[in-house]
């Protein structure tokens, strides 16, 4: 079991930031979650750009290419839709 988390610790790493944003969603304020959110996924991208095939492990999906246009194509439309969310004042 501790070999498997090893192993994938990239996909682990992706998947805490994305439940922190969910929760700060949530919890505390839609756009500070939404941008984390995003980030989660620019996350990936990075580490499936740094990472050889093998060391990404379930980050890796289809083809590299494939994979690194999707992440940073929906990372960079999250993140500009979570900064057009105007701040709730009350």
Do not use: C, E
Not at 22 to 28: D, E, Q, T
Not at 31 to 36: F, H
Not at 44 to 54: C, I, N, T, V
């Amino acid at each position: 079991m501790r070999k498997l988390l090893r192993r994938q610790w990239p996909l682990l790493s992706v998947y805490a930031l994305m439940a922190a944003g969910i929760l700060l969603v949530v919890f505390v304020d839609f756009r500070s979650g939404a941008v984390l959110f995003a980030v989660s996924v620019l996350w990936a991208f990075l580490l499936r750009l740094l990472l050889s095939d093998h060391g990404a492990g379930l980050l890796r999906v289809r083809r590299r290419r494939i994979d690194l246009t999707v992440l940073f194509t929906l990372g960079v439309v999250l993140l500009l839709l979570a900064l057009v969310v105007p701040h709730r004042n009350i």
